[in-house]
């Protein structure tokens, strides 16, 4: 039994309406106005630990800022000589919550090298 050349094209026409419309969601959700950011992006953190803590500012003094702005971090430095944080709940999807990773590159006196945010993602 054949299939109609008329009723061929109709079911390639759903299917690539179909794919169309699924990769119109997967860009609308990562890309588009699904996700909002309640608090600062990590571009504007990444800016404003720059602004707050700059090249050579001792790590005792970088422990005490996150600590006052009650941004979680590991206990002390990784062997690269690096200070991870992370700054919860910075932005929400459908299903995904975003938070900001931040890592403080520390040199051989402990003092800051470079700091770097970016986003991390956690599903509901």
């Known amino acids: 039994m054949s299939v109609s050349p008329q009723r ?4 390639r026409i759903a299917f690539y309406s179909g794919v169309g419309l699924l990769l ?12 909002y950011f309640p608090g600062p992006s990590p571009s504007q953190t990444e ?3 720059r602004r707050a ?3 050579g500012t001792s790590q005792d ?13 590991s206990p002390q430095l990784g062997p690269d000589g690096a200070l991870l944080a992370i700054e919860r709940n910075t932005c929400h999807m459908i299903l995904v919550e975003c938070d900001t990773e931040i890592s403080i590159l ?3 006196q ?3 090298q470079s700091i770097h945010a970016k986003p991390g993602f956690t599903g509901l």
Do not use: S
Not at 8 to 11: F, H, K, L, P, V
């Open 61 to 73: 003094a970088v422990i005490a800022y996150l600590d006052n702005r009650r941004i979680e971090h």
């Open 110 to 112: 402990e003092r800051v």
């Open 8 to 11: 061929n094209r109709i079911c």
């Open 53 to 55: 803590l700059p090249r």
């Open 24 to 35: 119109l969601l997967f860009l609308l959700f990562f890309f588009g106005p699904l996700r």
């Open 47 to 49: 800016r404003e630990l």
């Open 106 to 108: 520390f040199d051989k």
